[in-house]
């Protein structure tokens, strides 16, 4: 299936959370200002909603994604009030792919775990908590696998300043 049919069964299907869709499009030569958009094409799912979201992906039979190839995390800009949670599904029997988007507000950076959904989760969702510092709530082990656990700060984010030292060791 193409994006365009993904989209329409999803919605038919009344997926839970679905949002609405973004696709690449080249940039408006009338608008100066207007850059485009390249990049895959996404869904945006309300991020309460993610685990029955995906679980419908993967159980659907027309979906049928069986794979999470990667969850992470982009933060924008500094001054922006959200992260955005980035989930990519591959369907190795159908040969798609799918690409999720969820807004995570960074006043309460807080997510439901899909690592019942899909167990590589797990990985995924300890280093997106390690470096841009969302919680995901029912997480089974949620300890560091890249930072010391008293690292101070979310080294992805836009607005983190780098240590000069940590433990006598310089940083820069």
């Known amino acids: 299936m193409d994006f365009q049919a993904l989209y329409a069964h999803l919605q038919a299907q009344g997926a839970a959370g679905l949002g609405g869709c973004d696709e690449p499009r080249a940039k408006d030569p009338e608008d100066k200002q207007d850059k485009g958009r390249a990049g895959d094409p996404f869904v945006l799912v309300a991020v309460e909603q993610l685990p029955a979201f995906l679980q419908l992906c993967r159980d659907d039979e027309a979906l049928g994604f069986e794979v999470l190839i990667d969850l992470s995390a982009v933060d924008p800009a500094a001054e922006d009030e959200d992260l955005w949670l980035v989930i990519q599904l591959l369907s190795l029997r159908h040969r798609h792919r799918l690409m999720i988007k969820s807004m995570v507000p ?15 989760a797990q990985w995924h969702e300890r280093e997106c908590a390690e470096m841009f510092g969302i919680t995901f709530e029912g997480h089974s082990d949620p300890r560091h696998i890249l930072l010391p656990e008293d690292w101070v700060g979310y080294p992805l984010r836009k607005d983190y300043v780098f240590p000069k030292e940590y433990r006598g060791v310089s940083c820069e």
């Open 106 to 120: 960074k006043a309460t950076p807080c997510a439901p775990t899909v690592a019942p959904v899909y167990r590589a």
